[in-house]
Structure formats: C-alpha cells, structure tokens
C-alpha cells in the first residue's frame, strides 16, 4: 500500500508561480515512478509530468520550459514547480504511483489560475 498526500494548491494570477507536493508513504521502496496528472470538470485526466526514481523526466507539450518535476528522496515527496502559469494551467492536480500493475492517487489539489 502506498499513500500519497498532495499541497501546495491554490489561486494565483497569470504569470505567477506554484509548487505543489506530493508526499508518499507506506511501501514507498516499491515506488520507481511518480506522476502528475490534473483534470478539468468534463475532460478526461491528463499526464502533466513524470519522473522516474533516477531522474529521468517527461513533460507534455503545452508544459514544456514551464513546469519542473523533482524527487527528493530523503524526504520521499515529489514536487511540481509550475512558472509562468496560465489560466488554461486551472485544474485539480493529482499525483499518482504506479506500483506493479495498481495505480495509487492522492486526493487532489485545486490550482485557479486568473486572467
């Protein structure tokens, strides 16, 4: 079992910055990769970024040169530092871990982003 606890939302304007916190707990040693994920009300969820245990990152497109994923280990949290935000970036964020075919979510943060 893994547990993962998110902060870090809020309301920002445009422009302005967030970092969000994924906090993991429980079996983490079986945890190799971390996600973020967010959703619109009435839009499928959507990958934000990823990280692998190593280092290893991937962002989607509409992110790339904004958004920085990181992992710090020691403290087992996942972060989400998000610049230069939009308000398309307005969503519930999520973070997840995949662990050997199962799929563990955290409850979700709101970002509000405002023109």
């Known amino acids: 079992q893994v547990q993962l606890v998110e902060s870090g939302g809020g309301l920002v304007q445009a422009g302005g910055s967030l970092r969000l916190s994924c906090a993991a707990s429980?079996?983490?040693?079986?945890?190799?990769?971390m996600h973020w994920y967010r959703q619109v009300p009435g839009k499928q969820r959507e990958l934000v970024a990823a990280?692998?245990?190593?280092?290893?990152?991937n962002y989607r497109d509409s992110v790339k040169g904004r958004f920085t994923i990181s992992w710090d280990n020691a403290k087992n949290t996942v972060y989400l530092q998000m610049n230069s935000l939009k308000p398309e970036d307005t969503a519930v964020y999520y973070c997840?871990?995949?662990?050997?075919?199962?799929?563990?979510w955290g409850q979700g943060t709101q970002v509000t982003v405002s023109s």
């Open positions: 997840a871990a995949p662990v050997r075919g199962t799929v563990y």
């Open positions: 429980g079996s983490i040693f079986r945890i190799d990769f």
């Open positions: 990280i692998t245990s190593g280092g290893v990152t």
